[in-house]
């Protein structure tokens, strides 16, 4: 059974900082493409950030320079540290994992930016 377990979601004010985590069971997490995806209310869900199974990075032009994903293999662990949080970052956040055409996503985590 595949699991992708999200947390450290929550409510930051302008300029805070969360960490996000995804644990995932049930695949081989290395080779898996990993993903945060978002959704902002009325919005279409959106790739915020991707990690390749070599470690190549990509973002969404609104989260550069701000965001950064990581993942460490020995965990089955995708991390987004979101720094300079703006309210427009508001949204539930979803992990990804992507392996061809093989696709699992995660409940979601809640962000929240407001002061």
């Known amino acids: 059974q595949v699991q992708l377990v999200e947390s450290g979601g929550g409510l930051v004010q302008p300029g805070g900082s969360l960490r996000l985590s995804c644990a995932a069971s049930?695949?081989?997490?290395?080779?898996?493409?990993m993903g945060w995806y978002r959704q902002a209310p009325g919005k279409e869900r959106e790739l915020a950030a991707g990690?390749?199974?070599?470690?190549?990075?990509t973002y969404v032009d609104s989260v550069k320079g701000r965001f950064t994903i990581s993942r460490d293999n020995a965990k089955n662990t995708v991390y987004l540290q979101m720094n300079s949080l703006k309210p427009e970052d508001t949204a539930v956040y979803y992990c990804?994992?992507?392996?061809?055409?093989?696709?699992?996503w995660g409940q979601g985590t809640q962000v929240t930016v407001s002061s």
């Open positions: 990804n994992a992507k392996y061809g055409v093989v696709v699992f």
């Open positions: 049930g695949i081989i997490f290395s080779r898996n493409y």
């Open positions: 990690i390749n199974s070599v470690g190549i990075t």
